[in-house]
């Protein structure tokens, strides 16, 4: 059984860093896709960050390229978002999700895994 338990969210100031964590079990780290997605209230969740275990690779929403970071242990099947330089627009619930690699990890519908979410509320 999948299970992924997401940390570190937080308050923190525009401008300020936090650090995302979320830990895996219940699967082949290797085999699987994962990402980060937020959600606001009444809108459409959306994706943050996904790793794809076809060479390691990643990819960003163009509203925090450059901003934020996602890295993946597989020893550990972990799931770790770096977010620097946060600003009020990045508020929202943050969700980790995991799926089977069957060749994309880009999008929400390829994702039939997810935690329960944490909360990240950047002030002005």
């Known amino acids: 059984q999948v299970q992924l338990v997401e940390s570190g969210g937080g308050s923190v100031q525009a401008g300020g860093s936090l650090k995302l964590s979320c830990a895996a079990s219940?699967?082949?780290?290797?085999?699987?896709?994962m990402g980060w997605f937020r959600q606001i209230a009444g809108k459409e969740r959306e994706g943050v960050a996904t790793?794809?275990?076809?060479?390691?690779?990643?990819s960003y929403a163009d509203s925090v390229k450059g901003r934020f970071t996602i890295t993946r242990d597989y020893d550990k099947n972990t799931l770790t978002l770096q977010m620097n330089s946060l600003k009020p627009d990045d508020t929202a619930m943050y969700y980790c999700?995991?799926?089977?690699?069957?060749?994309?990890?880009?999008?929400?519908?390829?994702?039939?895994?997810w935690g329960q979410g944490t909360q990240v509320t950047v002030s002005s």
């Open positions: 999700a995991a799926a089977p690699y069957r060749g994309t990890c880009r999008g929400p519908s390829v994702y039939n895994n």
């Open positions: 219940g699967f082949r780290a290797r085999a699987y896709c």
């Open positions: 790793f794809s275990p076809a060479g390691g690779t990643t």
